[in-house]
T-cell receptor, first 114, second 115 residues
Framework: GNSVTQMEGPVTLSEEAFLTINCTYTATGYPSLFWYVQYPGEGLQLLLKATKADDKGSNKGFEATYRKETTSFHLEKGSVQVSDSAVYFCALSPFYNQGGKLIFGQGTELSVKP | EAGVVQSPRYKIIEKKQPVAFWCNPISGHNTLYWYLQNLGQGPELLIRYENEEAVDDSQLPKDRFSAERLKGVDSTLKIQPAELGDSAVYLC?????????????FGAGTRLSVL
């Protein structure tokens, strides 16, 4: 079946540190991959996406590359800010006949200290 | 452009009581989703609508949960009767259509506490 596994949190970093949040997936075919972010008290917002192998999604300094050979979509940022503190969700949308259904990982909480 | 609007934001009820959540999707979005998010977990799909038709409700506990999307716009999710284990955040999302590449836009959610 389809599933997403993320590294467990919480992740605590100092401001300007490098961020990596690991995400691996299991899926048939070629799913689309997403990172969503949830700030405290708010709904999920799309951070970036990639729809085919070797695509790189990027937004607000965050990047993730669709790696089919390792079934991974790790999130990275070169220099985090306090305002990046949030919960990050990796998700996939199966390729065929799934109606755009999103399958989420369990989320990784990021806390950035000044 | 207004986003996905959900109400209420918070709801506290006693077990065995009924409760309803309302969602107004982004204008023009044909596909509407209800997700359940338990504490510390990612959202899980409960039901998906294409216009007014429920096309995927396989994860909806139909003995106590029901949903409707009248005229293919607003949607209501109901629980009757509520149980302690229903305490969670209920998220509504919408997208232009059901293509897997399309972005789903989420509302802020309704946090339900069942006492």
């Amino acid at each position: 079946g389809n599933s997403v596994t993320q590294m467990e949190g919480p992740v605590t970093l100092s401001e300007e540190a490098f961020l990596t949040i690991n995400c691996t997936y299991t899926a048939t075919g070629y799913p689309s991959l997403f990172w969503y972010v949830q700030y405290p008290g708010e709904g999920l917002q799309l951070l970036l996406k990639a729809t085919k192998a070797d695509d790189k999604g990027s937004n607000k300094g965050f990047e993730a590359t669709y790696r089919k050979e390792t079934t991974s979509f790790h999130l990275e940022k070169g220099s985090v800010q306090v305002s990046d503190s949030a919960v990050y969700f990796c998700a996939l949308s199966p390729f065929y006949n799934q109606g755009g259904k999103l399958i989420f990982g369990q989320g990784t909480e990021l806390s950035v200290k000044p | 452009e207004a986003g996905v609007v959900q109400s209420p934001r918070y709801k506290i009820i006693e077990k065995k009581q009924p409760v309803a959540f309302w969602c107004n999707p982004i204008s023009g979005h044909n596909t509407l989703y209800w997700y359940l998010q338990n504490l510390g977990q990612g959202p899980e799909l409960l039901i998906r609508y294409e216009n007014e038709e429920a096309v995927d409700d396989s994860q909806l506990p139909k003995d106590r949960f029901s949903a409707e999307r009248l005229k293919g716009v607003d949607s209501t999710l109901k629980i009757q009767p509520a149980e302690l284990g229903d305490s969670a955040v209920y998220l509504c999302a919408s997208s232009l259509d059901a293509q897997g590449q399309n972005i789903q836009y989420f509302g802020a959610g309704t946090r339900l506490s069942v006492l």
